[in-house]
């Protein structure tokens, strides 16, 4: 079923969507100043990890949606999705670097070399920094598509990460289930797209042992 919505329809979706991705953060602010939280610190660093996750998931979505669906306007909901990942990963750090260290960068950077499970958190987060910067057309053009497009791969190293760093949070409480979910979303996300480029190399292959 083909699905074509109008540049207005098209801006509709997109400020629906904007608005309901701050629903996770004005629950995370309600709870808290509310005080119906036991411990309000480390909800909203678990829950804003937690968002990073899925927004991650939902970018990497939006392509293999966009082709199995054939409606190619999805792809134009997938830079609000990376920013979004970004948003909450800024503010999981932040909560990071202001519940646990109180803005200590020094002391920050040591836990950061002491415990590996942050080590692989902080470094999905410093990749996520220029897919940041430069998602504007602006610097898509500065870049030039095919560097840029290779530059935006990165996001298939940061959610294998993003999963790496939940995985051994929750090992201390034995509770993988969460993290299994994760990486199998992620799993088939990224397969899909390694699937669908096999094809593609198989004729070039040929073509180039006919001409030898």
């Known amino acids: 079923m083909q699905l074509d919505p109008t540049p207005r329809q098209l801006t509709l979706i997109k400020a629906t969507l904007f608005a309901l991705a701050l629903l996770p953060l004005a629950r995370m602010t309600w709870l808290?100043?509310?005080g119906?939280?036991?411990?309000?610190?480390?909800?909203?660093?678990?829950?804003?990890?937690?968002?990073v996750?899925?927004?991650?998931?939902?970018?990497?979505?939006?392509?293999?949606?966009r082709r199995l669906s054939g409606w190619n306007w999805l792809i134009k909901l997938r830079r609000m999705a990376g920013l979004y990942a970004f948003f909450y990963?800024?503010?999981?750090?932040?909560?990071?670097?202001?519940?646990?260290?109180?803005?200590?960068?020094?002391?920050?950077?040591?836990?950061?070399?002491?415990?590996?499970?942050?080590?692989?958190g902080f470094s999905a987060f410093l990749l996520l920094i220029p897919l940041a910067v430069t998602s504007t057309?602006?610097?898509?053009?500065r870049l030039g598509g095919k560097r840029w497009q290779r530059l935006?791969?990165?996001?298939?190293?940061?959610a294998p990460l993003g999963i790496l760093h939940f995985w051994w949070m929750k090992a201390g409480k034995n509770d993988f289930a969460?993290?299994?979910?994760?990486?199998?979303?992620?799993?088939?996300?990224?397969?899909?797209?390694?699937?669908?480029?096999?094809?593609?190399?198989?004729?070039?292959?040929?073509?180039?042992?006919?001409?030898?």
């Open 178 to 212: 969460e993290p299994i979910v994760f990486g199998l979303v992620v799993a088939l996300l990224l397969g899909l797209r390694l699937a669908w480029r096999r094809p593609k190399a198989k004729p070039a292959r040929v073509s180039a042992a006919k001409q030898a």
């Open 36 to 51: 119906q939280l036991v411990e309000p610190l480390e909800f909203i660093t678990r829950g804003s990890g937690d968002w």
């Open 89 to 120: 990963a800024c503010l999981h750090f932040l909560a990071f670097l202001w519940f646990d260290h109180f803005f200590d960068l020094a002391e920050m950077l040591r836990d950061v070399l002491k415990r590996p499970f942050i080590a692989v």
């Open 32 to 34: 808290t100043v509310s």
């Open 137 to 141: 057309n602006g610097m898509q053009r």
């Open 152 to 158: 935006h791969r990165l996001i298939y190293l940061i």
């Open 53 to 65: 996750l899925y927004f991650l998931c939902i970018t990497l979505a939006l392509t293999p949606l």
